[in-house]
């Protein structure tokens, strides 16, 4: 395992970027992690004010994809968008088993019968070499997505990683406002309220007043596909840890 990261006081840098910009959340995070930092992003609903962010602070470094297999078309086209008008490397990971030949191993009910699995298989273990190597990972959870999130520090620890969340304190109207004032397009799919996207068979839209997040594994007890369970606040592992 890659060593731990630095002599970080999470809980005195939390307290500090509380306060800062996500501009500079995130350049603290490059500044500290350099190419160690891990960027995923689902080219969901809300994905393109950090990715925005990242293609001003972080453009030389990679930005991962998951292509479960079950994404939308419409996901896709989005990614293919905002890859060329923002300039970013996006790396493409996928899982061993393609669509079909996990459909025909574990049936075409998978994801109603055992969505663990289904994630584990399809976006966990894809990650893993990626998430293994890196000392940090930035992900654009924000606190105001679901009750599951609403405690989301900017920094928090996850065995070796420290996890990272610019966009922790931004609110939905926030999200809109930035990407309009960048004139960043929004998924094809938010205008049909699909306002947290993942997997096309566990995501639906939402109604008025429901979580953002609400249309995710609907009428399951299943909130996180398991890339951002959240982890306990506590100290950093150390070297060799
Ligand atoms: S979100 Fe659904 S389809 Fe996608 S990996 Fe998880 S269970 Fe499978």
Redesign the pocket.
């Given at each position: 395992m890659t060593a731990a990261p630095l002599d970080l006081d999470l809980e005195s840098e939390n307290a500090r970027l509380e306060s800062a910009t996500p501009e500079q959340r995130l350049a603290f995070a490059a500044k500290t992690f350099g190419k160690d930092l891990l960027f995923t992003s689902s080219f969901g609903a809300r994905s393109g004010v950090l990715l925005h962010l990242w293609s001003v602070v972080c453009r030389e470094l990679p930005v991962t994809f998951i292509d479960?297999g079950?994404l939308f078309d419409e996901t896709l086209l989005y990614r293919s968008e905002l890859t060329a008008r923002l300039g970013l490397d996006v790396r493409v990971v996928r899982p061993d088993l393609t669509r079909e030949a996990f459909v025909a191993s574990f049936g075409d009910d998978?994801?109603k019968r055992d969505?663990d699995l289904?994630?584990s298989?399809?976006?966990v273990a894809p990650i893993a070499p990626l998430r293994e190597k890196a000392r940090a990972w930035v992900s654009g959870l924000r606190r105001d997505q679901s009750r599951t999130r609403a405690d989301v520090a900017i920094l928090e620890t996850e065995g070796h990683l420290v996890r990272v969340h610019p966009l922790a304190t931004l609110t939905a109207a926030d999200v809109a406002a930035y990407l309009a004032r960048h004139g960043i397009p929004e998924h094809p799919l938010v205008a049909r309220r699909y306002l947290s996207i993942?997997?096309?068979?566990?995501t639906r839209a939402v109604a008025d007043g429901e979580d953002e997040r609400a249309g995710r594994?609907a009428g399951s007890a299943k909130t996180e596909?398991g890339l951002h369970a959240r982890p306990t606040p506590g100290p950093l592992s150390r070297a060799g840890g």
């Open positions: 479960t079950f998978i994801q969505p289904c994630c298989v399809n976006k993942g997997c096309a068979p566990c594994w596909c």
